[in-house]
């Protein structure tokens, strides 16, 4: 009789502990989250987020991790007189960093009387996509350097979700720029 006791309390322990155990659900405990579930006891990953920012390129898009992203465009290019400034240093190409990231590189002896927008197809300028997060507008840290490193000119602009940054470069800008460092 205590054999049988013993094995019915031990039966009984096995399944309240069982039925503990499968008591505890995962799920997405972020009440953030498009598919947030109360009842979940502990989060398990599986939370969808969606962009919900119409500027954002990730509009409506169900992802893993809750952020909107945007971009914009951006173009670099130097005026006439900049250009010839550059071909009398015999300096043949000068190179766009963004922070330390080579954004593209273009020749010195190509120069533009009128602004360059972004649309433009003329491979001479260059031209680059920016992206970042949560924000429909960022600061963009530049610099312009010729092919020994030596930094002409550097700046932080602002950028704009869906919009176009034409950057310019004239040969008084780098002047001054040269000037006060």
Request: glycine share 4%.
């Amino acid at each position: 009789m205590k054999n049988l006791t013993y094995l019915t309390l031990a039966i009984f322990c096995i399944f309240t502990f069982s039925a503990c155990e499968e008591a505890e659900q995962g799920g997405c405990t972020d009440p953030y989250a498009e598919n947030y579930e109360s009842w979940a006891d502990y989060d398990d990953s599986s939370c969808l987020y969606q962009c919900d920012d119409p500027y954002a390129i990730n509009y409506n898009v169900v992802m893993s991790y809750p952020v909107c992203e945007y971009e914009g465009d951006v173009v670099f290019y130097l005026d006439d007189q900049a250009a010839q400034e550059f071909t009398n240093l015999s300096i043949p190409y000068l190179d766009v960093f963004v922070g330390n990231d080579l954004a593209g590189s273009m020749p010195t002896n190509i120069g533009f009387l009128t602004s360059v927008s972004c649309t433009d197809l003329d491979p001479e300028p260059v031209y680059f996509l920016y992206h970042w997060e949560n924000e429909m507008s960022t600061d963009m840290t530049w610099t312009v350097r010729d092919g020994t490193g030596f930094i002409w000119y550097s700046g932080t602009d602002i950028v704009l979700a869906n919009n176009c940054l034409s950057m310019q470069l004239t040969w008084s800008m780098i002047k001054a720029y040269q000037e006060s460092h």
